[in-house]
DNA sequence: AAATCGGGGAT
DNA sequence: ATCCCAGATTT
């Protein structure tokens, strides 16, 4: 590596001693009973950090135990569709994160009878595996001793170490690193339980606003708390701007069954199916919702003006054949750094034929979800078609 | 280095 | 309302 090394000063490897056995000790006392933590299965490591990506373990806790339920080993994961996998996922988020998984769990049994391999590097060539996953799977399912960052760590190693600015950039990852290798580098093993008691002491005390460091086990080893304000270290810089999107979604019914449509792979919810959706223009998106505040349970008809547009719209995007008539409700949801404020509207379709519609069309019944859904598509079947 | 990719919990 | 979350991958 061309990286210069960083000496890290007062952490020698009598300090770095001293930390692990007080973390340590601290982590078995407060460890959280989670539901990956039963075992060292790899498997069941695995699924838990790729879901646990940008994703916080409360969200996560019910769609593991149903994607383990599921798919209980990779063999049944690798035997099942994408859209199976796609099912169990729904609502989570990320839906990369799942086809990698499924692309991964296909690799492992073709190439190893689904074992999996120890070292950070091969557990790194998988899909969906990065420097961060490869390291937590290989030292909590095998104790490789290898460092971890992520969110929780950047914000304690930052404080650790009182390292000014955003703990994400560049130069600050590298040190980031450095030191999370550091941690490893006096040879106790015990790897998988040190970067667990680490997360969980950013998760539980080490907190983004308001760290506990009266209850930190190593606050006496932290520059950050000599220096009077833990807090003023290992935050962000400011994020991107939000941007406001306004879409439509058409409700179009035969019978008791709706018109949805699959995302495919140049859009968000890639794989996904959905109501078909329409992208406002801003002057539209205001005059549709001009008649009146959203009242629930209450149709409202569309001006006419309005209703041509968007039938003008519904050709232009899908060939798609419909009158929009009636305003049935909004929901505001968002991708990343965009707000989307959603109109659903309920159109009358004309003559349409699903195989003469570009991409994967079908009538589906909302009750009976099992394909995967949006978010957005259940709370419409959930909220507004029943 | 910056942009992309979701959805919800916490404050 | 806003910030943030056991990141990886592409541009």
New binding site residues.
Partial sequence: MADTTIDFQEWTSHHVRRFRRRLLHWFSAHR?D?P??KDRNPYA?WI???M?????????IPYFERFLARFPDVHALAQATEEDVLQVW????????AR?LHTAAKQLVAQTNGRFPQRVDQL?Q???????????IAS?AFDVPAG????????VYARLLALEGDP????A?RILWQFAERLHAVGEGKAGELN?GL??L??LIC????PACTRCPVADQCSAQRNGDAAAY???????R?TELHHAALLIRRGNRWLMRQ?DA?????G?WDFPRIELPAELATAAGRSSPSVKGRHQPLPADVAAKLQELAHASYTLSCRPHHLVGRLT???????IRLQCIVAEGHRIRLAHLPGQWKWVEPSAHSLPF???A??ITQQILT
Avoid: C, D, K
Wanted: charged share 20%.
């Fill in positions: 959280r989670l990956w933590r490591i838990s950090e790729i646990l990506q940008q994703t916080q373990v409360a969200t996560v729904a609502g989570l988020g990320y839906y990369r994160r990698q790194q998988l899909p969906g595996i990065g420097r961060y996953t490869a390291a937590a909590q971890i960052l992520e969110a929780n760590t950047q914000r994400r950039r560049g130069l990852q667990q997360m969980e950013g998760s907190s983004p606003t308001s290992g935050t962000f810089s400011r994020r991107p939000v995302n140049h859009q968000w919810w890639t996904l949801h968002s991708v990343t750094r965009f707000r949006t978010s957005t259940r709370r």
